[in-house]
Every structure is written in C-alpha cells, then in structure tokens.
Antibody
C-alpha cells in the first residue's frame, strides 16, 4: 500500500523559498502510470492544485503559481520535492503531496499534510 | 479557467440522505471525483469517475453526473460523515486539476 509523507520547515521568512519533500513508501515513483502532485490548502479554505511531476522529470504547473514553482524528482530516494520562491504570508497553508493517476486524474493516496507558515 | 461551484453547507439529520451538488459548465462530459476531509486530516477519495467507490468506502456513498451538475449522495447519514466534501475534475482543455469550493456537511 503506497504511502506519502511530507517533510520540511514549518516556518519560512517572507521573500525566501519554501522547500518541501514528499517521500513515497510501499511503491516506486518510477513504476509509471502516475503523476506526483502538490496541493495546498489555505487555513479554513479550499484545495488548490500546485502542479505535478512524472518520474521522467516532466512537469506541469498551475499557471497561477507557475512563475514561482519548481517540482523535482529523485527516483533514487523515491522522493519528489516542491520549491516555491518569493513567499509571502499568502503562501501560508497546509501543503499536501498526492499521487495522481495518469489515466483517470484523481488523487489517491494523499500525504498527511504539513503546515507551512510564512512569517518573519 | 474551469470553475466548480458547491453549496457552502448542507445540514442533515442522522439516518436521512444528504445530497451535495457540484456545478460546472457541461460537467457531465467530464469525470468527477469526490473527497471527504475531516478536521485536521488529509482528504480521502470517496467516489471516483462520477459513481465508483474505492475499496473500503461504504455503499452509502454514491455519485451521479449529468448536464451541468454532479451530485454526491450520502444515504443513511451517520455522525461520522460530518466533514467537508470537495468535488474535483481534470479540465483537459487546460490540463488543470480543479477542485470545487467545498461543502461542509453537518449532521444535526
């Protein structure tokens, strides 16, 4: 059973870069057939898809964040990562990683989520 | 961009039926997926491809999709069904994954 776990700093200063890693266990990122996505949720708000990466390294980002987002993959560690640059308080959110099935485009499973607060 | 609209809240008595709508332009032509999110927890897939259930999801959860509205139906509602529910589609024209605005289900 595939499980995902986010990790990274819970506090980031304004204008700096937010960096998170998602570790996949119980299955291989390189197995194909899946995109690996990042999703965030502002406090008390809805869900916002950030972008995805395929094991080959190809990516696609939400245009609303595209200029500041980089998603990368490390197949040797079975991990994928999110970098969001020039953060502001508006980037304070719970960040989730999730598996996205290429053929059908639903998310399952999800990581437990990690709260990142942007504050000086 | 493609927009999915849900009612902010739905209230239902235990044992009754809750219906949560998800409105979008010609949503009937897309596959709709539904997630349940309890406080402090990650979302969980409860319905995929309009009306299919993942293993472990009770038969009380069902879905339909036609025209401009998709619906998640929870039959014989229990206290444990109290949660936020989100619909989601893939907009193929833009290759964007879109979530609905979310509906809070309150069990009276």
């Amino acid at each position: 059973q595939v499980q995902l776990q986010e990790s990274g700093p819970g506090l980031v200063k304004p204008s700096q870069t937010l960096s998170l890693t998602c570790t996949v266990s119980g299955g291989s990122i390189s197995s194909g057939g899946y995109y690996w996505s990042w999703i965030r949720q502002h406090p008390g708000k809805g869900l916002e898809w950030i972008g995805y990466i395929y094991y080959s390294g190809s990516t696609y980002y939400n245009p609303s964040l595209k200029s500041r987002v980089t998603i990368s993959v490390d197949t040797s560690k079975n991990q994928f990562s999110l970098k969001l640059s020039s953060v502001t308080a508006a980037d304070t959110a719970v960040y989730y990683c999730a598996r996205d099935i290429v053929a059908t485009r639903w998310f399952d499973p999800w990581g437990q989520g990690t709260l990142v607060t942007v504050s000086s | 961009s493609y927009v999915l609209t849900q009612p902010p809240s739905v209230s239902v008595a235990p044992g009754q039926t809750a219906r949560i709508t998800c409105g979008g332009n010609n949503i009937g032509s897309k596959s709709v997926h539904w997630y349940q999110q309890k406080p402090g927890q990650a979302p969980v897939l409860v319905v995929y491809d309009d009306s299919d259930r993942p293993s472990g999801i009770p038969e009380r959860f069902s879905g339909s999709n036609s025209g401009n509205t998709a619906t998640l139906t929870i039959s014989r509602v229990e206290a444990g069904d109290e949660a936020d529910y989100y619909c989601q589609v893939w907009d193929s024209s833009s290759d964007l994954l879109v979530f609905g605005t979310g509906t809070k289900v309150t069990v009276l």
